[in-house]
Nanobody, 123 residues
Framework: QVQLVESGGGLVQVGGSLRLSCAAS????????MGWFRQAPGKEREFVGA???????YYADSVKGRFTVSRDNAKNTVFLQMNSLKPEDTAVYYC?????????????????WGKGTLVTVSS
């Protein structure tokens, strides 16, 4: 059974940092592209960043230079390091797994989703 469990969300002040983690199980983690998406109140879900099985990454323009996606294939875990946080980064952040890179980065979709973790950036 595929399972993605996010952790690390919380309340942070503007300019602060948070590191989200996503523990994966039930599939061959090292062969999947992994991504992060977010959904702010009243808005549609949007792509944040992704990492492929060799460590290549891709980011949305809104987070480029501030957010970093990384993965530890030995621990079946993907991370999202968020720095210089802004109020507009407030959202529920979702971890996603995709059998192909294009499914996450091009289609904005995934084969499996976590339940999400809330990040609130206060001013």
């Amino acid at each position: 059974q595929v399972q993605l469990v996010e952790s690390g969300g919380g309340l942070v002040q503007v300019g602060g940092s948070l590191r989200l983690s996503c523990a994966a199980s039930g599939f061959t983690f090292s062969t999947y592209a992994m991504g992060w998406f977010r959904q702010a109140p009243g808005k549609e879900r949007e792509f944040v960043g992704a990492i492929n099985w060799t460590g290549g990454t891709y980011y949305a323009d809104s987070v480029k230079g501030r957010f970093t996606v990384s993965r530890d294939n030995a621990k079946n875990t993907v991370f999202l390091q968020m720095n210089s946080l802004k109020p507009e980064d407030t959202a529920v952040y979702y971890c996603a797994a995709g059998r192909t890179w294009n499914k996450i980065v091009v289609d904005g979709n995934a084969d499996a989703w976590g339940k999400g973790t809330l990040v609130t950036v206060s001013s």
